[in-house]
């Protein structure tokens, strides 16, 4: 068998945020299957930081710089009839390094990872497999801030939408497979988008279940304050975040605080913007900006929470507290794409008030809490495993087994 010509739109390392999480674990998948060769693109000094940790996995990589910004893509977009995504994303240098790559290696499979990737994809030879990770059908997720966002930016979302659901289906047109993170997205593309001979499946995420351990090794956080500490991890530059967590603070948050006084709510993650630091102001919510290890406030957690009121694919930051065995509410799009059991694994809310009353319940019920979280640790550990999730991949790639298997 030949190597791996794996694209991935942000260096997979660490993997620190859901896109990472995802393209690194599949980039250690591949890494057994065959050598790998990686091209990816770099936001800021940290990514190329944490690039040179790629070596353990890849025969060769290259790392580029993304400098264009927003407007700039847009403009180019709108004189190129494309989606913005793609302008944003693309780089002459990275085509170049493909290109050579594929002439000089003995390239038998194309893994791109996100839809961008696909377009320094180029006519592939015969006998050379293309599989699509798409992870999300990221046109439905401008179509979703088409039918809400403000003034303006409705027709620019909508635009996008269009744009990239054409872009989305040529894809998945000349792609061998094209992959999702769960079932309901899968099936979302199969519907809306996909060419009716496209092949469409789901890998889906798994979780770390060894390194969140709530018995692990990791700093503890100090000094939160008195009360209850309800917790939200997450990008905190994310939209969908963004939204969750100023619904949370506006339309949840006073109802539980009417219960339990000394109910806190701290908001983890990296990148917050203006919006989410001003939530801040009120003295029972806390913006914490990056942190060295989320474990940390995971563990401090007497319950964790994802109100996103929009969500695309399977929720990390949902497994990820399922495995610190924490108690976790969600909301219904939260849910979506995660197979466990209501009420079981994890409890799901249907609106702001339903919410508030399952978390007010539950904080003045520690021991149904610490019950529903060893059940949900347990239920990810069984079902969830990246091990586990990620086998189809030898099949799609065209080897029955890893390369330490073979020998």
Known sequence: MGDILFLAHRVPFPPD????????????????????????????????????????????????????????????????????????????????????????????????????????????????????????????????????????????????????????????????????????EAALFRETVAPADARVEAIENGIDWRFFDPAADFPRVEGTGEGRLIVFTGQMDYRPNIEAVTHFVRDILPQIRAAHPDARFAIVGRAPTSEVER?????????????????????????????????????????????????????????EGIDAEPDTHLLVAEDADDFAGQASRLLAAPDEAEALGTAARAHVRRRYDWATTLVPLAALTGRAQSRSAAA
């Open 17 to 184: 945020r859901g896109d990472r999480i995802r393209s690194f674990h599949i980039l250690k998948k591949l890494a057994e299957l065959a050598p790998v060769h990686v091209a990816t693109l770099a936001e800021n000094d940290a990514d190329m930081a944490a690039a040179g940790a790629l070596g353990e996995w890849t025969a060769t990589s290259h790392v580029v710089r993304r400098n264009i910004s927003r407007p700039a893509a847009g403009l180019k977009a709108l004189a190129s009839g494309k989606p913005v995504l793609l302008p944003y994303f693309d780089s002459a240098e990275l085509r170049h390094w493909v290109a050579r790559t594929l002439d000089e290696r003995p390239i038998d499979t194309v893994v791109a990872f996100s839809v961008q990737m696909a377009q320094f994809v180029p006519k592939l030879p015969a006998g050379v497999r293309f599989v699509m990770d798409f992870a999300d059908v990221d046109s439905a997720k401008f179509a979703a801030y088409a039918r809400t966002g403000p003034g303006p930016m409705r027709w620019v979302n909508a635009r996008e939408a269009r744009k990239l659901a054409g872009f989305e289906r040529a894809t998945a047109a000349r792609a061998d497979a094209s992959l999702f993170v769960s079932e309901p």
């Open 279 to 335: 939530l801040a102001r009120d003295p029972a919510v806390t913006v914490t900006g990056a942190v060295a290890d989320i474990r940390g406030w995971l563990a401090a957690a007497d319950l964790v929470v994802a109100p996103l009121l929009a969500a695309r694919g399977i929720q990390n930051k949902v497994l990820e507290a399922m495995a610190m065995a924490k108690p976790v509410i969600a909301s219904r799009p939260a849910f």
